[in-house]
């Protein structure tokens, strides 16, 4: 999810056979610098495609002596998908971060062979994609978001319209909110979830509990 001049990313933390719950523990992102991907589906499949990438770039940055910027990893992983089209892994990956050059926040996600669909707002994926959508449509604006000032006090009443900047504090509870009330709605999904919010001189990870039935 896209914030001014920052990005988020968030996974649910339930790894499950249909309705058997196997672990609440299973982490889907994985970070590579500056670059975060995350990925749903195949259990073994996200953990062979996390690797893999892992390997494919610190080949780059020995080689390249340099950190991978997010669209060059979107292409990476969009040709690496491509490759194995006629034996796809069963993974829908998710590339976010921000651009080293001009700090803006980058986005997209891919189909399981390679498909690029790049974003200005939010991606998502996995089981619950159709509550995401729903609540992300809901809780998301660009860069700013409506808020209400209200005064009490003796006498006075007012209630005033301000433009509040999506910042990095608001995307974490815009974030938070659309994943949590989303996998409640998906019984396939949640017990718990990882946020990452990616700013230009740091990266914060947060730990969010959720229902856990």
Not at 66 to 86: D, G, M, Q, W
Request: with cysteine; charged share 25%; aromatic share 10%.
């Amino acid at each position: 999810m896209v914030g001014k001049d920052c990005v988020a990313i968030a996974c649910d933390l339930r790894l499950g056979l249909q309705a058997l719950t196997v672990s609440n523990n299973f982490p889907k992102i994985f970070q590579y610098g500056d670059v975060f991907l995350g990925l749903t589906g195949l259990a073994t499949d996200v953990t062979t495609v996390g690797d893999l990438f892992r390997y494919k770039v610190n080949m780059y940055r020995l080689r390249e002596e340099r950190n991978i910027a997010p669209t060059t990893f979107a292409n990476l992983v969009s040709s690496s998908l491509y490759e194995r089209r006629f034996g796809p892994y069963f993974v829908s990956p998710v590339v976010a971060g921000l651009d080293p050059k001009t700090g803006k926040p980058f986005i997209c996600g891919f189909d399981s062979i390679g498909c690029i669909d790049f974003a200005k707002d939010f991606i998502v994926s996995g089981t619950a994609s159709e509550q995401l959508f729903g609540m992300c449509e809901s809780l998301w604006e660009p860069d700013l978001v409506r808020g209400i000032w209200r005064i009490n006090d003796p006498g006075i009443l007012a209630e005033t319209n301000v433009d509040v900047t999506q910042g990095p504090d608001e995307l974490f509870e815009t974030i938070s909110q659309s994943l949590l009330n989303a996998v409640d709605r998906d019984a396939l999904s949640g017990w718990g979830a990882h946020v990452y919010i990616i700013e230009k001189d740091k990266v914060t990870k947060r730990l969010l509990k959720g229902r856990q039935d």
